[in-house]
T-cell receptor, first 113, second 112 residues
Framework: DVKVTQSSRYLVKRTGEKVFLECVQD?????MFWYRQDPGLGLRLIYF???????EKGDIPEGYSVSREKKERFSLILESASTNQTSMYLC????????????FGDGTRLSIL | DAKTTQPPSMDCAEGRAANLPCNHS???????VYWYRQIHSQGPQYIIH???NNETNEMASLIITEDRKSSTLILPHATLRDTAVYYC?????????????FGKGTHLIIQP
């Protein structure tokens, strides 16, 4: 079974802090994704990566950056956290074919105070 | 992503088969049908996907009509742990933006 592991289930940070969210997958997937999920707004894509050191902006990249130094690990960085970044953050991975399904982690519920 | 229509909620008795419908009348020839579910406060869980043939795995069966304009997800013996929001998505098999978009889904409630 595919396993996507996010480093924290719950996280509380302060405004202005630099925040790192980590995601690791064990299926040797080429593609990895970061989403945020908010009530009434559904799932929104922040960034994705199709290979090591490669990244593409999604629909809402502002205020975020990503890092993919190793194939299995994809990090989301909030450069200077703000209260409107309080959300559920979801990481997903997928194989090389776009018809293959994305597999999600359990999510990180991030609160910015 | 092509639009899908699902009932907002459904009930099913524990131990019975749960049949969740999805309408995707504008589906294109190269678009797959995917089903995910999300239990409260957890990440979405992939269930099954198909192009035009019916599919079965250890979790569920997917029945796609011959004209591909609708499909049904079948959970053969529903348990209380199957209570979740179920999302039906259609996406092309190649190219384009890779982000998934979930609609409102069907809130399936399994009754003891």
């Amino acid at each position: 079974d595919v396993k996507v592991t996010q480093s924290s289930r719950y996280l509380v940070k302060r405004t202005g802090e630099k925040v790192f969210l980590e995601c690791v997958q064990d299926m040797d997937h080429e593609n990895m994704f970061w989403y945020r999920q908010d009530p009434g707004l559904g799932l929104r894509l922040i960034y994705f990566s199709y290979d090591v050191k490669m990244k593409e902006k999604g629909d809402i990249p502002e205020g975020y950056s990503v890092s993919r130094e190793k194939k299995e690990r994809f990090s989301l960085i909030l450069e200077s956290a703000s209260t409107n970044q309080t959300s559920m953050y979801l990481c997903a991975s997928r194989g090389v074919l776009s018809s293959q399904p994305q597999h999600f982690g359990d999510g990180t519920r991030l609160s910015i105070l | 992503d092509a639009k899908t229509t699902q009932p907002p909620s459904m009930d099913c008795a524990e131990g019975r088969a749960a049949n969740l419908p999805c309408n995707h009348s504008t589906i294109s020839g190269n678009e797959y049908v995917y089903w995910y579910r999300q239990i409260h406060s957890q990440g979405p869980q992939y269930i099954i996907h198909g192009l035009k043939n019916n599919e079965t795995n250890e979790m569920a069966s997917l029945i796609i009509t011959e004209d591909r304009k609708s499909s049904t997800l079948i959970l053969p013996h529903a348990t209380l742990r199957d209570t979740a929001v179920y999302y039906c998505i259609v996406r092309p098999s190649g190219g384009g933006a890779d982000g998934l978009t979930f609609g409102k889904g069907t809130h399936l409630i399994i009754q003891p």
